[in-house]
């Protein structure tokens, strides 16, 4: 959330931008974390534990999708990523942990500030981005999103408010596709979007209404390398979806 001990020049103390990328990876979905650097605190024991979402405080000269990119740039090294503004959050308590009133007060000129953040969120291939720490962060890597820690501030409540939004849109928008590899089958479709949503699909229901949009380009390709029977293989066909009438996209209906 936050940066430099000395506040720079036109640096907003109390507006902050937070980033919550999401990654699939082998069914699973994943969150990029940074760990917060502590060495001006001199203590080890917080290394390897204290997690936070990418993100930091906003210039006055900036709007705010400039700050996410720029601030996700800087956190991580992750650039050209599409970012979906998705809430705010306010409360006066966000800061509650010692932890966090300490790292604030080593970094920050104006610790006591009260901070809202604009929060956003985006969905990346992990294998497509390579993430690496700097700044205040020490370390940058995927988390699973199911075995998530206890995070600094109230970036839990971000994350879980974030994944409410995916959830939400993957059923109207084809935002999934976007951590699938390029050729797919049906079953890496279906679980993707189990995994978002948190609970299985009827196997027939979800194909029939996948297929129905029209939106998969069926290739006469088959899975290659795999132990089981070699299922066909489908592309997004983003051509299509630009023509339809997207009221008439809902999936999960």
Not at 28 to 47: A, F, G, T
Not at 127 to 132: M, Q, T
Not at 152 to 163: M, P, S, T
Not at 210 to 233: D, S
Request: charged share 30%; hydrophobic share 35%.
């Amino acid at each position: 959330m936050y940066s430099d001990n000395i506040r720079a020049v036109g640096q907003n103390p109390h507006i902050s931008v937070d980033c919550v990328i999401f990654g699939f990876q082998e069914g699973d979905l994943k969150v990029l974390l940074i760990e917060r650097s502590y060495d001006s605190l001199n203590d080890p024991s917080l290394l390897g534990k204290d997690l936070i979402l990418p993100g930091d405080l906003v210039f006055d000269n900036e709007d705010l999708d400039a700050s996410a990119k720029r601030i996700l740039k800087e956190l991580t090294n992750l650039e050209n990523i599409f970012l979906e503004q998705f809430h705010a959050f306010g409360d006066p308590n966000r800061v509650r942990k010692s932890t966090d009133k300490n790292w604030l007060e080593s970094i920050r000129s104006e610790p006591q500030a009260r901070v809202i953040t604009i929060a956003y969120y985006s969905l990346v291939k992990i294998d497509d981005y390579k993430p690496s720490a700097s700044s205040f962060a020490r370390n940058a890597y995927w988390h699973s999103l199911a075995q998530m820690p206890e995070l600094g501030f109230d970036h839990n409540d971000i994350v879980n408010y974030a994944l409410k939004a995916l959830k939400k849109k993957i059923q109207t928008h084809p935002i999934g596709f976007e951590l699938l590899p390029k050729k797919f089958t049906l079953s890496q479709l279906q679980k993707l979007y189990e995994t978002i949503i948190g609970h299985a699909l009827d196997k027939r229901n979800f194909r029939r209404q996948i297929i129905k949009k029209g939106i998969l380009k069926p290739l006469l390709e088959k899975q290659k390398h795999v132990p089981h029977k070699r299922a066909q293989l489908f592309e997004f066909d983003k051509e299509k979806y630009e023509l339809m009438n997207k009221e008439d996209y809902e999936i999960l209906s």
